[in-house]
């Protein structure tokens, strides 16, 4: 389960303008109005974190990447 407080404070730290609940709307697969890159970025980070448990820190290649999907912002 993906926390969207820790998301919110990840992507803060970076500048993103989304508020909690923007976050916990995107989580839901919700519409939120922003900035497009604020919300490419959470979508991204969403997915970062639903792929996190397959991450091998000791594979010395780290040839593993998420599959991520470039996401076209809601229009």
Do not use: C, F
Not at 4 to 25: D, F, R, V, W
Not at 55 to 63: G, H, M, R, V
């Amino acid at each position: 389960m993906i926390v969207s407080g820790t998301i919110h404070s990840t992507l803060k730290i970076k500048g993103n303008t989304l508020a909690g609940e923007q976050i916990t709307a995107l989580l839901e697969n919700k519409r939120v109005i922003g900035p497009k890159k604020d919300i490419a970025e959470v979508l991204n980070a969403i997915k970062i974190y639903e792929h996190l448990e397959q991450y091998n820190p000791t594979n010395k290649n780290l040839a593993w990447r998420p599959p991520l999907k470039k996401y076209e912002p809601y229009n």
